[in-house]
């Protein structure tokens, strides 16, 4: 009789736990990202907290401006915000943490495409690459949408 054993889907890791943002922004839930983007155990809780944090770093430094802004206009944190009538109630709360998630995930993926040195693993980097793309693209239109701006810039030159 022979047992199958799955390497790597089931941990003994403790949950990550709420990472605090910085008053204005909601603080992220690592399960919640884990959850929503299907990520399993392999990846460890230690590098979801991480690649969050600098994708937190990175979706707050981008939205600086236009937090700023809203403070100076009376709104102190992103739950006090005006929702546009068009809008759903929770579309600022959706759309910051889209951005966050999908940076966090466009480097985890970037991340494991070096995992293996051989020619498999440059052809899965390879393969890895267009997701990350996309995921850069999903936090990059979130991040419009919050700013109210068109999803993308044309210039003449």
Do not use: C
Not at 3 to 18: H, L, P, Q, R, V
Not at 33 to 59: G, S
Request: zero cysteines; a negative charge; proline letters at 5%.
């Amino acid at each position: 009789m022979s047992s199958f054993i799955s390497a790597g889907t089931n941990s003994n890791e403790t949950e990550a736990t709420t990472i605090e943002n910085n008053g204005f922004w909601p603080a992220i839930q690592p399960r919640d990202f884990r959850e929503t983007h299907r990520l399993d155990t392999t990846i460890t809780n230690a590098r979801i907290v991480t690649a969050l944090k600098a994708a937190m770093a990175t979706v707050n430094r981008v939205l600086r401006h236009w937090q700023l802004a809203k403070v100076e206009a009376g709104y102190p944190t992103m739950k006090s915000l005006p929702i546009p009538v068009w809008q759903t109630p929770e579309v600022f709360n959706v759309l910051y943490l889209r951005a966050v998630y999908s940076t966090a995930h466009a480097s985890l993926l970037e991340r494991y495409a070096d995992y293996d040195a051989t020619n498999s693993g440059r052809e899965r980097g390879e393969n890895l690459q267009d997701p990350a793309d996309g995921y850069r693209r999903d936090a990059a239109w979130a991040i419009s949408e919050i700013e109210g701006r068109p999803h993308s810039t044309v210039e003449l030159i």
